[in-house]
């Protein structure tokens, strides 16, 4: 095959129609196919370093190895390395061991282990040795800032490029058996969310219907922002914080310190004292509540990566009430871990291009790196990639990459051909994947969703003071306290005062204000 000196970038435009109320999303793509982008001194060779905490299929990264050779006639290595313990020291051990030469990929989702390369002098930036790369620079810049630590610089590569957004999910089948809009502000939510508890929505007879389902403070984010005293993005590890950056204020700001936040409590424990809040039956998932009754209404993350879709379900674009704009932040996901550029590595600004140039815009190598070499997954005809198997939505776990920002499922020519080739799944899959770019498309249009970049974006994840990290003991604290004053085992205001205290003896005033000084902004509030 043609040697790959000039790398064709493939850029995608997306242009995107509504056809009326409720109407499908008429989509059209261009790919124009822009020539001429070479870059100097091109590795021919490089290594990837591959952490993981469990064996890995070695016979398959064997097989992808040697056929990405003969196919781009470039030497790849790749070396697997299982790692127990990802504490600081032991990286560090890992890329003394092995050199420090080439690309790392280690399962981090953990700001701190990359302060300690950083600082360790282990690893390269990599924003300024990206200067100029057409992909990079077409990149949303929260995606590009993922992991931009407070010096200014960004020092690692994500393994995922996937946008995390939030809405409420609501059963519209439901609504219509009520004769019912969906809700639009905190007041028809209360209004809807009563009748969806009271009114027989299901029309059984029986008073087996929930307003509203919630697992923790995660679920009412929308109530949060729409009172004017938003919560953290987070999810997992990285949920339940108050501390947040504040796009009104534009500065981190304890919400728990803000006048709104006493009307987000009161009515989040109004919902709880009327009946209409049930406890959710399985975590993250829209099931069923404590009692086995379906849930109704509840947040979620709104997925592209699986086939799941139900007609019985609509998703609100954004709740207001005090504010009505800039409601809800748009991120990206973290959690797939992390790409980082080995302090020793040989020609690194060659390396780098090469693998961003390689697996993120080219799709020969996009597909390598997300689902390994061509067979069973895939078969690759020009344009035209022919699915052999469904796995070839889900990337393995010992793959490269797991999705491009420049690849999508919409924009690849598919063809079925699986022992199911009825089309079901892969229609199925692009309702999905439209159902999200909708959401987010309306979402913005309306003024509800913003950009944020992760370094304001997850303020929890960075090491601001010794020994302590801002979502451990702050976060716990406030978890604990929104669920004594939502169950009634104390009030607003006393619970309030306990959260005060406690984060001042937990120092958290000097943490805050560090935050703020690393983007030149004073905290407005005090403990």
Known sequence: MLKRIILILITVILVVGITGCGGKMDTTFEKPVLEGIEFAGEAKAFDIHIVYFRSINMEYINDSVDKFNEIFDKELKITPHQVIDLSGNKIVELLNATGANGFYQFPLSNIERLVELRNSNQILAIDELLEGNELWNQMPSSLRNIFRLEDGHVWALPRSFEPVVYGRMIRADYLEALGLDAPTNLDSLYTVSLALSQGDPDGNNINDTNGMTYYNAMNFRDIFSASGAPISIGSDGYQRTSIVYNPYYDS???????????????????????????????????????????????????????????????????????????????????????????????????????????????????????????????????????????????????????????????????????????????????????????????????????????????PEMFKVKEGELLNSSSAALFDTIFNQIITGATSVKDGTAAYIRGMKHLGMQDILDELNKRIGRETGNSY
């Open 252 to 458: 981190y700001e304890d919400s728990m310190l803000l006048e709104e936040m006493e009307g987000a409590l009161e009515y989040i424990t109004r919902l709880k004292q009327d009946g209409i809040l049930r406890k959710e039956g399985w975590r993250f998932n829209f099931n069923n509540d404590i009692d086995g009754n379906p849930s109704t209404s509840n947040i979620y993350d709104i997925v592209s990566n699986q086939a799941f879709v139900d007609d019985r379900i609509t998703i609100l674009n954004g709740i207001t009430g005090v504010r009505n704009e800039n409601l809800t932040p748009l991120s990206y996901d973290f959690s797939a871990g992390m790409y980082v550029l080995g302090a020793d590595t040989s020609n690194p600004t060659a390396t780098l291009h090469t693998f961003i140039n390689l697996f993120l815009g080219d799709l020969e190598g996009f597909l390598f790196a997300s689902r390994g070499a061509p067979g069973n997954l895939y078969e690759l005809n020009g344009n035209e990639v022919i699915i052999n198997s469904y796995g070839f939505f889900s990337p393995r776990s010992d793959s490269i990459l797991m999705n491009s920002p420049f690849f999508k499922y919409e924009t690849m020519n598919l063809t079925d051909n699986t022992e199911l080739s009825d089309g079901t799944i892969i229609g199925r899959l692009m309702d999905s994947i439209e159902t999200k770019d909708k959401y987010i498309m309306e979402s913005k249009q309306l003024g509800y969703m913003y950009d944020l970049s992760m370094d304001l974006a997850y």
